[in-house]
């Protein structure tokens, strides 16, 4: 536990000493850099009994904060952002491929389990049908529907205890796609006693201080960041609010003002390698330099990309692409075709796939940019900012087919001035 950042620690902890912490932090920077770790570690060093310049890790509130199940703790995380299982969890099924298929089958999972070999932690990815309820035109967290629906499953006790323990964390919430005022202020749905602003007024039950952390904070509606700004304002003396966001310009002025602004960027080289070794046993030489590409600098970006698949992608765009750059009319809309229904037919998000398409075009035109002669570079320019209008556009809900057949034409046009034909 002493990743939080060196120069911002020593403020905290002078701070600390005098008496004048701040109440609200707003750490921002891209998903993946490790925002909640960070916000953990901040929360840890508020409680932990030590009371030295960084948290211990081993007294009962840093354990039990570090294990998302303490009173005076809360978590709220979108449902889209993986839980981390170890190997060791995975192979406490009797055969884990098979289980893992079956979770997903049955709407327990979402489809997005990556490939599993030499990775000492695997993002699984809870699908939201068990996890929430609707009530009253509401959408509501619900742990106990989760745990009702595995028993009444018919999984091997083994598979049942994996699957509630996905859920057990006590202090953390899910949220499906927004934070709404039920959740900061409470209503007939939340209920008014779990929400957090009635949660922190009240006194901590046994730490020095309560803590929640809202990841993705620019989620918020208005009415719940105007509901929030109001405790701002006044903060409970006992009480830390950690906002995390890749978005910040998502928050309100008023917010964004009224707490400390911590900022993460993107790791350099030497960091980026050691923060993939958190995630990866070995990694040969070659998967290594291409992660680190792919991962810019932000190691939760590199350690969700499934290599495989990755690498299969991106033919299929070079093949396209290259289609277009030697004017093959015929291939290059018959490749499309073929292309375009890949995306219709994956067993997953469709929009998701086709963003990951949309990023292997980006990657592929900007590295040729920088290899290539003025000719082929204005070209790759073309490609670049015509995908790149694209990938900005795409949204769930498009019609992805009209879409994508419009984007294939942009991807046509681009070399139309090569103007070589094959
Ligand atoms: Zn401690």
């Given at each position: 536990m002493n990743r939080l950042l060196p120069v911002w620690r020593e403020s905290i902890v002078r701070r600390r000493e005098e008496g004048s912490l701040p109440h609200a932090f707003l750490i921002h920077g891209?998903?993946?850099?490790g925002k909640t770790e960070e916000a953990l570690h901040l929360a840890a060093l508020f409680?932990?009994?030590?009371?030295?310049?960084?948290?211990?890790?081993?007294c009962d509130a840093c354990t039990s904060f570090g294990e998302y199940g303490d009173l005076d703790f809360r978590l709220l995380r979108p449902v889209e952002k993986p839980c981390w299982v170890s190997p060791e969890e995975l192979a406490g099924l009797s055969d884990p491929g098979a289980s893992l298929k079956r979770f997903l089958d049955d709407g327990f999972?979402?489809?997005?389990?990556?490939?599993?070999?030499?990775?000492t932690r695997i993002p699984l990815t809870l699908a939201s049908t068990h996890l929430f309820r609707r009530v009253g035109g509401r959408i509501r967290y619900d742990r106990a529907q989760w745990n009702r629906r595995v028993e009444n499953g018919k999984f091997e006790p083994s598979e049942e205890r994996f699957l509630l323990g996905l859920v057990t964390p006590l202090s953390l919430a899910r949220y499906s796609s927004t934070i709404g005022i039920g959740h900061i202020s409470?209503?007939?749905?939340?209920?008014a006693d779990t929400a957090i602003l009635k949660w922190i007024s009240r006194k901590p039950s046994g730490r020095r201080r309560k803590v929640v952390i809202l990841e993705?904070?620019?989620?918020?509606t208005e009415e719940a960041q105007n509901s929030l700004l109001k405790t701002l304002e006044e903060?409970?003396?006992?009480s830390v609010l950690v906002l995390t966001t890749?978005?910040?310009?998502?928050?309100?002025e008023t917010i964004r003002s009224r707490c400390e602004d911590v900022r993460l960027s993107p790791l350099g080289e030497t960091d980026m390698r050691d923060a993939l070794g958190t995630y990866f046993d070995s990694l040969a030489d070659d998967d290594a330099r291409e992660l680190m590409q792919l991962g810019e600098g932000v190691p939760g970006r590199a350690a969700l990309v499934d290599l495989d698949r990755h690498r299969r992608e991106r033919g299929e765009v070079e093949e396209l692409i290259g289609w277009a750059r030697s004017r093959s009319f015929d291939r290059f809309f018959t490749t499309l075709e073929a292309w375009i229904e890949g995306i219709e037919s994956a067993n997953e998000d469709s929009v998701a796939v086709a963003r990951r398409r949309l990023t292997a075009v980006l990657s592929w035109s900007r590295d040729r940019a920088v290899e290539q002669n003025q000719a082929d570079f204005d070209s790759m320019e073309r490609l670049f900012r015509s995908t790149h209008r694209a990938a900005v556009s795409l949204?769930?809900?498009?019609?992805l087919r009209l879409y994508l057949e419009e984007f294939g034409r942009r991807i046509w046009d681009a070399f139309a001035r090569e103007g070589t034909p094959a």
């Open positions: 891209p998903t993946g850099i409680v932990c009994e030590s009371e030295t310049d960084r948290p211990c890790g081993e999972l979402a489809p997005s389990v990556p490939e599993i070999a030499g990775r409470g209503d007939s749905v939340v209920g993705d904070a620019d989620r918020m903060p409970p003396a006992d890749a978005r910040r310009e998502g928050l309100l949204r769930p809900g498009a019609n």
